[in-house]
């Protein structure tokens, strides 16, 4: 009986999105998102994480300035571009494709790497990041996805963390299997060290290089390869929350939220893909696409740099989609857009 009950439950979760996504204008809609911001549930803020995401962006101004009144070092900014590469790997290679969703596997010192590049990122452990994630693709758009984008941009942008999770997160969240994770020494180790790995790696030393190699000014170093570096890694990563799941189109399977969205893409190493990533989770380019072209473009060079692991021995198993298959999957479900000719060119 209660088994029964709890799947009716999950089919439901499911069930109710296709009136509301007539409703949804492919836009960003400002007068929508000022409506939805009036009906979040504002007891529930954390007020502590709006004082520190208001200071955040803060300095992250700041550094904006430093970085446009030419008070910043050239070298400091390539420093920066090299913190905001490694952390994007740490959350698209690591977190996400690797812990997430296991679409390849990695040897040990591979791993450590990924560990060490997701901690720069500063986005939660692996573990809690992966959980989050992991809920967020089984229950998406319902009440257990931590950014259920019904609750509107702002929530699914950077909202979700500033309020407290809605029980159906924390409850659906415990029923998933971690035992992958928890069996992984380097995550564990990251779980268990996470507040001072986190302070060496996302604030000291992307510091004290520019200031001790290159006599950077210690502030400018902090605002600007500290703080305005996490701050754009941090929208970056929302904007697949977020964007992509409302600006884009739907090639893969019309009746879900997530889109495919280029920018993002370009700007997350790849993970734009987003309506292709919900059919096929498992696929380690969280996109159909493959050919050099792409790399270059940009469009999805996380998939570059696993494939380059791949020919160092460290990268096995990686799981894919064959293109009779997506291809199928896009002719049953999806919404027509998809351009066999674009100049990029896919598989
Ligand atoms: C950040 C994460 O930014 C961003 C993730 C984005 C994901 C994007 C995915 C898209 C694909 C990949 C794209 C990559 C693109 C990269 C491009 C790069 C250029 N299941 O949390 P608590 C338990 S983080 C099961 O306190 P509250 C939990 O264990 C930014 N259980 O809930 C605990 O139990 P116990 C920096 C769960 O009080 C209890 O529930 N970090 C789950 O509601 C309470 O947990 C921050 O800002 C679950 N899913 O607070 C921190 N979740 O007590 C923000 C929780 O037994 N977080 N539990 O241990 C917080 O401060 C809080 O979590 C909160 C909620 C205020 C948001
Ligand atoms: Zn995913």
New binding site residues.
Partial sequence: GALIEQDTEDANLHMRHNDELEERKIEINFRRIYQDLKQLDWSKV?WR?VVLFVLLHAYGIYGVWLVLSLQTQWRTLVWSYIM?FH??MG??MGA?RLWAHRSYKAHTPLRIYLMLCQTVA???SIH??A???R??HKYSETDAD?HNSRRGFFFSHMG??????HPK??EK??T?DMSDLEADPVVMFQKRNYLWMITILCFVIPTVVPWYFWDENLLTALMVAGFLRYTI??H???F??SLAHWVGSKPFDKSIFPVQNGLVAF???G?GWHNYHHIFPWDYRTSELGGWLTAMLNFNFTTTVIDFFAATGQVYDRKTISPEMWKKRMKRTGDGTYDENSPIKWN
């Fill in positions: 954390v994480n905001y952390a994007a959350i698209t996400h500063f986005q939660n809690e990041w959980r989050d994630h809920v967020h931590p979700w963390l500033m309020f407290r999770k997160v924390i969240g415990k998933l890694v941090l970056i990563t929302w697949v929350n700007l997350a190493m993970e």
